[in-house]
């Protein structure tokens, strides 16, 4: 069967959770077994996306609110939800600021290195490399194992890869030896034009080539500094935001968003 994307997601009666996780499957059209007559999936070709929540509840919930405010179809979190993967308060803490969005958006994930220990994120969402298509783009979710052989199989030109890591950052987790080489091997193989990550907690876009690399790590997490030069950054921004895509025939537009929901940027990603 082709491409057919499985998400097991498994949910503890400990969390109380208003609502469940809705996930895409491969056409886009239909969400899990936990997909009831009581969710209702706009279809706006909006996607809102941000990473790096963990420490600072507050402005987690002010980015939240701001992101609900313009109704997503979709909602993508980048990784980095809680400080420790095990620490079950954290988790119930990060459902519950997150409710409002899992009510009419569907709720897409990547796990970050504070997922970890993992035994939450197995119970919670299962599987760590997936692909969702919605019209028309293949929104492909890595983890870091696994994720080469994965994109080499179901990567296309049409597709927006997201994965917590970045492959080019000028902030402190530049010296992570995260050998991220081959991935981008084959990002440049399949023609993929978009690649969005976190991990370092501001705001980057680098332009390689025809290849636009964003790091979106500002949902909540003390901020770092730009802390090397790298000839490819375009933009960088050391604030707390989120993004917003835009689908639009052959083309992404692309706006950053910040606490004072003020456009940071603008600009459009064709595939």
């Known amino acids: 069967m082709k491409g057919r994307i499985i998400f097991i997601i498994v949910l503890i009666p400990i969390l109380s959770l208003s609502n469940g996780l809705y996930f895409l499957y491969e056409d886009g059209t239909n969400c899990t077994m936990y997909c009831d007559k009581d969710f209702y999936p706009r279809t706006n070709n909006t996607i809102a996306v941000y990473g790096d929540s963990r420490w600072n509840d507050k402005i ?13 179809s979709i909602v993508i979190h980048l990784g980095d939800m809680v400080n420790r993967g095990d620490n079950l308060r954290e988790w119930k803490k990060f459902f519950e600021i997150t409710s409002s969005l899992r009510k009419n958006s569907y709720f897409q994930l990547v796990k970050g290195n504070h997922e970890n220990p993992d035994i939450y994120f197995k119970k919670f969402f299962g599987y760590y490399n997936y692909y969702a298509d919605y019209k028309g783009v293949r929104l492909i979710f890595l983890d870091l194992n696994g994720s080469v052989d994965f994109l080499k ?18 902030g402190p987790h530049y010296k992570d030896n995260l050998n991220l080489s081959r991935l981008n091997d084959v990002i440049k193989q399949k023609g993929i034009k978009l690649v969005i990550s976190a991990h370092d907690h501001n705001y980057q876009r680098f332009v390689v080539g ?16 730009k802390v090397i030069y790298n000839e490819h950054l375009v933009s960088f921004y050391k604030k707390h ?5 835009k689908l639009i025939g052959n083309s992404v537009e692309i706006k950053v968003i910040d606490l004072e ?5 603008e600009f459009s990603v064709e595939f």
């Open 60 to 72: 987690h919930g002010k980015i939240v609110q701001l992101i609900e405010n313009n109704r997503p």
């Open 153 to 170: 199989k179901y990567g296309n030109k049409n597709s927006i890869v997201f994965i917590h890591y970045p492959i080019y950052t000028v």
């Open 210 to 225: 025809r290849i636009t690399y964003i790091v979106s790590g500002g949902g909540g997490a003390f901020l770092y500094d």
């Open 241 to 245: 935001h989120f993004l917003l895509l």
């Open 261 to 265: 929901n003020k456009v940071l940027e």
